[in-house]
Structure formats: C-alpha cells, structure tokens
Nanobody
Framework: QVQLVESGGGLVQAGGSLRLSCAAS????????MGWFRQAPGKEREAVAC????????YYADSVKGRFTISTDSAKNMVYLQMNNLKPEDTADYLC?????????????????????????WGPGTQVTVSS
C-alpha cells in the first residue's frame, strides 16, 4: 500500500492561490492514479481532480475547472494541486488519494457513483480556508 502525506494548506483571501503537495511513499507502480478530494463540514466528500498515468488524462470537477490544475512528478513520487482564484466555497479539508496500480482512465471519475471507490490509499488531509 502507498502512504500519502499532504502539505500546503492554509488561510488565504478570496482570489488568492495555494499549491497543495502530496508525497507518496511505499510500494508504487508505473501505472497509477492520483487524485484530490475535499470535504467541507456538513457536506459530502467531493472529487476535485485526478490524473491517470495510463493515458496521462485528467479529470476536474466542474466547480474547479479553469482554476485548479493537477500535476505529478513521478521521479519524486509527488502530486500537486495548484489552486488559483480561490473562492470561500473552496474551503474544505483536502485529501490526497492514490490507486497503485491503476488500469483505468480519468473518465471513470465522471462515471462512478462514488469516485472515491477507485482509490485505495488516502492521506490525512490538509485544511484550506478561503476568507471573503
């Protein structure tokens, strides 16, 4: 199993930017999927973004398209989430997720009833707070 640790969360004003990082360690595979989810108090967990190495495709939730970008550094076993033009509704605990190995593509994120079922490793989360 893969161990994940997130960093980079914090407090930012609306319109600002943050970059979240997730470090993966343990048994990793060349075919993998890495994703970001978020959960705000009283709300359901939401899939935010995903990258799948099988076809190097990405998935973004409609609420973050054009503002968030997921990227990976396979050599360092890192995944990042660049968040720009942040809004108060982006306030949540952000969790990194991994699927190692993964033989599916990012399109599955939009098909699964609960995309979280695609992942088998989770980080503890990092808090992002956006003030208005």
């Amino acid at each position: 199993q893969v161990q994940l640790v997130e960093s980079g969360g914090g407090l930012v004003q609306a319109g600002g930017s943050l970059r979240l990082s997730c470090a993966a360690s343990g048994r990793t595979f060349s075919s993998f999927a890495m994703g970001w989810f978020r959960q705000a108090p009283g709300k359901e967990r939401e899939a935010v973004a995903c990258f799948t190495s099988s076809d190097e495709s990405t998935y973004y939730a409609d609420s973050v398209k054009g503002r968030f970008t997921i990227s990976t550094d396979s050599a360092k076993n890192m995944v990042y989430l660049q968040m720009n033009n942040l809004k108060p509704e982006d306030t949540a605990d952000y969790l990194c997720a991994a699927s190692h190995p993964a033989h599916w593509t990012a399109v599955a994120m939009g098909i699964m009833e609960d995309p979280a079922d695609l992942f088998d490793s989770w980080g503890p989360g990092t808090q992002v707070t956006v003030s208005s």
